[in-house]
């Protein structure tokens, strides 16, 4: 058995085995590509591509795929084998530069949001080359961007890859004045993946989770999470098993997988890898999803992604730990000296501003039917941004908001004019759970992604936001006679402006509903309520500033996840159908004659024999049964009507307002009758089982 350093990155074609398998050039050639973002020449592709084969092919593998992350969020592939015909009717393995570099897709049948004709339904892909190729069954995995043929992306990589460019371009700028010339200035991403785990046999059993990851029907169990028994809890045997599996794949594709433990709700766990740069970050994350089905398929168990796979108990979340570093430098982490302050005070001012000027569009990233359920449903976080900066950071922004002196409580003061900061501890202690954007001592962790969704869209709203008044910001000292008195009167100037963003207390609380509406901050509950956000003309003209996203671009996305809201919505509220017409209705009725036929039975027996038991029940069933079939015809009827209700804006609206209080109605009827229905006849495993299945 090899141990976890030499199993570590053995199917990543990474630097280790690079610098291996490339001559010296090539490798110098490739590394510079890398790591100042240059671009490729094919000579050079040519060389890495044969290198590449000849590790793959060592390593079992017979196929190679662009691996691309389409608009729908999830990852794409096809397969490609390396053979190619010789003139004696054999085959040999080939692979090359232009293959590698470029490849051509039929992109029809993916997400544009109109931006591509029919006429015209070729897409590309292009190779991230700073995204080191897998190995995964069997099939070299290429990461790459995917585009129209005219140049618009189609997929979550393009825009990522062109934000970060926009913030290294403008946080260079800044470490200039600085004195520091960088090559390159990156944003790194830590993302914790919240799942859940249930036995294969009662996910089988559940139509709504097979469809839509999701239960759509189930009266609360008996036992939820209301012990706080289960969050950093000793983990089941199997789940244990599974996640040490886990571990061994993630590690042999040369992800950082570093923390595992029991989550809030029963059933629920978390994974956090080590942070990494942000592009490597999303596509190892969206390879940790993958792995994490894959791998509990292999222990009879089912990983759900989604983010309330069960009302009532803790949904899942996606923690975007984030952060902006030069190389070997954290430039969110506050430094020892008064220049290194200043410096922590320019960027951490840039993103409280990033963060107030552009918290709707933070909103739209984070936007989907899924996470509805999460945000602005009284659960973490809420639905409104604010950050949370913690009591002493948080003093040290009010002191030079206001201009006044900062005693820290250690009395150190700190002499504002020349930036020095009393030396201040993490504030790991009083954490805000419910803060939406927390500073955590030397990153942000921004908390409203979902569990299922691919982070590229948050993190470009952020380098992108952030880029936006790096900008400024070095526009405007670039041209200061003192940089250093500028640069703190540009501090106290912003702070002063934008601090209303800032909310250390409870983000549930009513009071500070009313308090941030006072502030002027959006409560955009809604993914319809957000999306429209992504057609206003200051984000429109963020997003083509920094050539992250054209108009026509960004309009393509707003259509795209305005269908995808109303899609998601339908296909629940069809799965509903059936469920309520051909499991539910029927159980009602089997179980309903079951209870007659006791009765009557006992009738049959002796006229004394009391019924009083069976007739209660069958009331109730018989009446729950009646609020079920009236609900049957209103969800159908407003599922209809929502379909036909126009634009993608007025459909997706009428999903929200009609179909999804209809699917509650229905469903409460259900729940209702579950609960008096013999388990034996209800068709779908119950709440409690599922949630506290056996080891
Ligand atoms: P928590 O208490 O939330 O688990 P941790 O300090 O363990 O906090 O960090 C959580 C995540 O944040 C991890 O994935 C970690 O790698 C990531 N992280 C730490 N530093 C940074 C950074 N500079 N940039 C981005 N992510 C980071
Ligand atoms: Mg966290």
Same mark, same amino acid.
């Given at each position: ?37 240059? %671009? ?26 662009? *691996?691309?992350? #389409? ?41 544009? $949001?109109?931006?591509? @004709? ?26 790459? &961007? ?22 290294? %371009? ?77 571990? =061994?794949?993630? *590690? ?43 791998? @509990? ?24 730990? *984030?952060?902006? #570093? ?42 989907? @039917? ?19 900066? $913690?009591?002493?950071? =948080? ?62 869209? &948050? ?27 500028? &640069? ?23 009071? *500070?509903?009313? %308090? ?55 296909? %629940? @509220? ?14 009602? #009725? ?7 036929? &006791? ?97």
């Amino acid at each position: 058995m090899s141990t976890i350093p030499e199993m570590f990155g053995t199917m990543v074609f990474n630097d280790t085995v690079m610098r291996q398998r490339l001559p010296k050039e090539t490798y110098k050639a490739l590394k510079k590509t890398i790591d100042e973002g240059k %671009e490729l020449d094919l000579g050079l592709a040519n060389v890495v591509a044969n290198a590449m084969k000849d590790w793959a092919c060592e390593k079992g593998a017979t196929h190679y795929t662009h *691996w691309f992350q #389409s608009l729908n969020g999830t990852t794409s592939e096809k397969h490609d084998s390396f053979i190619n015909p010789t003139s004696d009717g054999g085959v040999i393995m080939e692979f090359s530069g232009k293959e590698l570099i470029k490849g051509e897709s039929d992109a029809s049948s993916f997400p544009s $949001g109109g931006l591509r @004709a029919t006429c015209e339904a070729r897409g590309y892909t292009a190779w991230d080359p700073t995204s080191p190729a897998f190995i995964k069954d069997d099939v070299l995995c290429i990461p790459t &961007a995917f585009c129209s043929y005219t140049g618009e992306a189609l997929d979550k990589k393009t825009p990522l890859l062109r934000s970060m460019s926009a913030i290294s %371009e403008q946080a260079r700028r800044i470490l200039h004045l600085f004195g520091k010339d960088i090559p390159q200035v990156s944003t790194t991403v830590g993302a914790e993946q919240e799942y859940f785990l249930i036995d294969k046999n009662d996910y089988a059993r559940r139509l709504d989770l097979m469809l839509t990851g999701r239960t759509l029907f189930g009266c609360p169990p008996a036992k939820g999470q209301e012990l706080d028994e289960h969050y950093f809890g000793t983990l089941r045997t199997r789940v244990s098993a599974y996640m040490k599996d886990l571990d =061994d794949e993630l *590690w042999k594709l040369g992800i950082l997988a570093k923390t595992k433990h029991n989550e809030a709700a029963p059933a629920q766990h978390e994974l956090a890898p080590i942070f990494t740069t942000t592009n490597i970050a999303v596509d190892t994350n969206l390879l940790t999803m993958e792995m994490m089905k894959k791998v @509990a398929e292999r222990h009879d168990l089912v990983c759900l992604l989604h983010e309330k796979p069960f009302a009532g108990v803790s949904g899942s979340g996606k923690h975007n730990n *984030w952060s902006v #570093s030069a190389p070997g430098v954290n430039l969110l982490d506050p430094g020892k000296t008064p220049a290194d302050n200043l410096q922590f005070l320019v960027f951490l001012t840039a993103v409280i501003k990033a963060v107030d000027e552009y918290q709707d569009l933070l909103r739209v990233s984070v936007a989907s @039917a899924g996470n509805d359920h999460r945000l602005g449903a009284n659960e973490a976080p809420p639905a409104t941004i604010s950050m949370f900066l $913690g009591d002493e950071m =948080d003093a040290i922004i009010d002191a030079l908001a206001d201009d006044v002196e900062y005693t820290s409580p250690e009395k150190v003061s700190m002499d504002l004019g020349v930036a020095v900061l009393p030396k201040f501890t993490k504030d790991n202690t009083d954490r805000n759970r419910t803060s939406p954007f927390a500073f955590t001592g030397n990153k942000f962790e921004f908390r409203m992604p979902g569990s299922s969704m691919n982070v590229s869209d &948050a993190n470009i709203v952020l380098n992108t936001a952030v880029a936006k008044i790096l900008k400024e910001f070095a526009d405007e000292l670039e041209t200061a006679e003192d940089f250093s008195t500028a &640069a703190m009167k540009l501090i106290k100037r912003t702070l002063k402006e934008h601090k209303h963003i800032i909310f250390n207390g409870n983000g549930y609380s009513d009071e *500070w509903m009313e %308090e941030a509406g006072r502030r002027g901050i959006h409560n955009l509950r809604s993914t319809v309520d957000a999306l429209p956000a992504m057609l206003h003309e200051k984000n429109v003209a963020l997003f083509e500033e920094f050539g992250v996203l054209s108009p026509v671009e960004m309009h393509a996305r707003y259509e795209v996840m305005l269908e995808s809201y109303a899609k998601v919505v339908n296909i %629940e @509220a069809l799965t509903m159908l059936q469920m309520a017409n051909q499991e539910l209705m029927p159980a009602i #009725s089997a179980y309903t004659t079951h209870v007659a036929e &006791a009765a009557a039975a006992k009738k049959a027996v002796s006229a004394a024999l009391s019924i009083k038991a069976e007739t209660k029940l069958l009331t109730a069933l018989s009446e729950h049964a009646d609020r079920m079939s009236d609900s049957i015809d209103l969800l159908a009827e407003a599922r209809e009507a929502a379909a036909g209700a126009g634009d993608a804006l007025s459909v997706a609206k009428a999903y929200r307002d009609r179909v999804i209080p209809a699917m509650e109605a229905l469903r409460a009827a259900a729940d209702a009758a579950e609960q008096i229905c013999g388990e034996k006849y209800w068709p779908l495993p119950n709440y409690s089982r599922m949630l506290w299945y056996m080891d």
